[in-house]
């Protein structure tokens, strides 16, 4: 019977030093987290600095790069098509530097076509082709083909993007520099 005191006492000092350790344990964990967390923002902002010579243009059949023109790559065929219905009427030096269709996941869709990704060398090259891609509402006409145009942007990116857009909608807010929150 007097060794039960004992015990207890053993098995009480026993929980504190192990109820010690965890609170050091928690520490170091949310430090790993936080560190976690802003490796990850690092990586998204690098994610997005490479993408930010990249345009998105959906909608081009498959298969039009070679139509008539023999077994040519996407990059002959997307300088062709900004040369001919983008910039048609600004005497430009278009450079891309590469171009290439996302590659298909999973079963293929024949009835959307593949996304057609091109990186420009010149950031305002492909500012000009934004611009009237906005201009004719972020759509082109290729032999009666719809073709839109998107900014590239990690998926992170583009979920805050969207959220922020909810927001000034939910808010009724106006968008411009004089508010504030934007």
Known sequence: MQKIPEQIKEVDQRVSDLKDRSLAWDKDIDSIKKKLLTSKNKIDEMENYARRLNLHFLG???????????????LQFMEALNKTHILESTPVDLTIMR?????????????????????????????????????????????????????????????????????VNSKQLERGFNNPVI
């Not at 996302?102 to 959307?112: D, E, F, L, M």
């Open 60 to 74: 081009i059949p498959e298969e039009a790069e070679n139509v008539g023109r023999g077994r040519n790559s996407p």
């Open 99 to 167: 171009a290439h269709r996302v590659p298909a996941q999973g079963i293929s869709n024949a009835k959307y076509p593949r996304t057609i990704i091109v990186s420009f060398a010149d950031y305002r090259i492909k500012e000009d082709i934004l611009t009237k891609a906005i201009q004719k509402r972020f759509f082109l006409l290729l032999d009666k083909t719809q073709i839109l145009v998107f900014f590239d942007m990690s998926a992170a990116a583009a979920h805050q993007r969207r959220d922020f857009i909810r927001l």
